[in-house]
C-alpha cells in the first residue's frame, strides 16, 4: 500500500509525528511517497492524503533560482500539476482513497465530481462538490443528516439564510426546484416530478406490480388516517408528459 502525500512526510503536519514504518498492519506493507516520487511506482491499494485546496494544486511559490531553470509558465491553468495529480491517482492496481477536508477540499475533486459515478463514488457527492445558495446567492449548500437518516441541505449562512433543500435519491447532490412544479438534481440531473397540490410532496408510481390494477401516480405524502395526507393522483400519460416538459425546460435554460 501506498501513502502518496503532495509533500514530504516532514513537511505535512498532519503526518509529521508517525513513524509509518511502525504500524501495527503486519499483513501490509505500507510506505509514504511523495506525488512526484510515484513516478514508476504501482500498489495493490492508494491512499491520496490531503487533497486540498492549497496541496493540489499546491500554492506554494517556488526559489527563485528554480525559476529560473523552468520551462515558460503554461497557459493552461494548473497545467503541472494537473498532470502531477493525474500520476498519483493512476498508481493503484485495485483502489485508490482520496482524503480531503470537506471544507476546503481540491477544486479537482469538484471538477471530478461532475463526471458523476464514473470517476467518483456517487456517496462522495455531497463532500465533493461545492453547491451555491439560489436564495442567497453568496452562502454553500451544506449536507446534513437527520434522525431519520436522510440527507438535507442547508445553506452555509444559516440561520440568516433560511434555505433548505432536498437532496437527489440517486446521487444524494442536492435538488433544485423549478417553478414550474419539478426538481432537478444539481449533481446527476435526475429530474423529479413534484405535486402541484401540497407543493411538498413527490409522484411515485402506484399499483405498477398489481396486475388487477392500472398503474397512476400518486403523492408519496399520502397517509391514510392523517390531517396533513396528500391525496393527488394523475395518470401515466400527464406524468409523461410532465417528464417531458421539464425536460425541455431545462434543455433551453442549458
Not at 516532514?10 to 504500524?23: F, G, R, V
Given at each position: 500500500m501506498l501513502i502518496i502525500g503532495r509533500f514530504r512526510q516532514?513537511?505535512?503536519?498532519?503526518?509529521?509525528?508517525?513513524?509509518?514504518?511502525?504500524?501495527p498492519y503486519t499483513h501490509l506493507n505500507v510506505s509514504f511517497v511523495t506525488a512526484h516520487a510515484s513516478k514508476g511506482l504501482e500498489a495493490d491499494y492508494v491512499i491520496l492524503f490531503g487533497i486540498d485546496t492549497g496541496s493540489f494544486p499546491s500554492t506554494r511559490e517556488n526559489d527563485e533560482l528554480i525559476d529560473i531553470v523552468l520551462p515558460n509558465k503554461e497557459h493552461f491553468t494548473y497545467g503541472e500539476e494537473r498532470r502531477l495529480f493525474y500520476v498519483a491517482l493512476t498508481r493503484?492496481?485495485?483502489?485508490?482513497?482520496?482524503?480531503f477536508d470537506g471544507d476546503k477540499s481540491s477544486p479537482f475533486l469538484s471538477e471530478m465530481a461532475k463526471f458523476g459515478i464514473q470517476h467518483v463514488d456517487n456517496k462522495l457527492a455531497p463532500q465533493l462538490a461545492k453547491w451555491h445558495c439560489n436564495q442567497c446567492k453568496t452562502g454553500e449548500l451544506r449536507p446534513f443528516t437527520t434522525k431519520y437518516n436522510k440527507t438535507l441541505y442547508k445553506c452555509s449562512f444559516a440561520p440568516a439564510c433560511d434555505t433548505l433543500v432536498n437532496s437527489c435519491k440517486h446521487c444524494k447532490s442536492p435538488l433544485e426546484v423549478h417553478a414550474k412544479g419539478f426538481r432537478r438534481c444539481r449533481g446527476c440531473g435526475e429530474l423529479e416530478i413534484g405535486c402541484l397540490r401540497c407543493g411538498i410532496g413527490t409522484m411515485v408510481a402506484r399499483c405498477e406490480n398489481d396486475p388487477n390494477r392500472e398503474t397512476f401516480y400518486g403523492c408519496n405524502r399520502f397517509r391514510p388516517s392523517t390531517d396533513d395526507s396528500c391525496r393527488e393522483n394523475i395518470t401515466i400519460k400527464s406524468y409523461e408528459l410532465r417528464i417531458q416538459t421539464a425536460a425541455k425546460l431545462v434543455k433551453n435554460k442549458s
Open positions: 516532514e513537511n505535512t503536519p498532519q503526518l509529521k509525528d508517525i513513524d509509518i514504518s511502525q504500524l493503484a492496481k485495485h483502489f485508490v482513497y482520496i482524503l
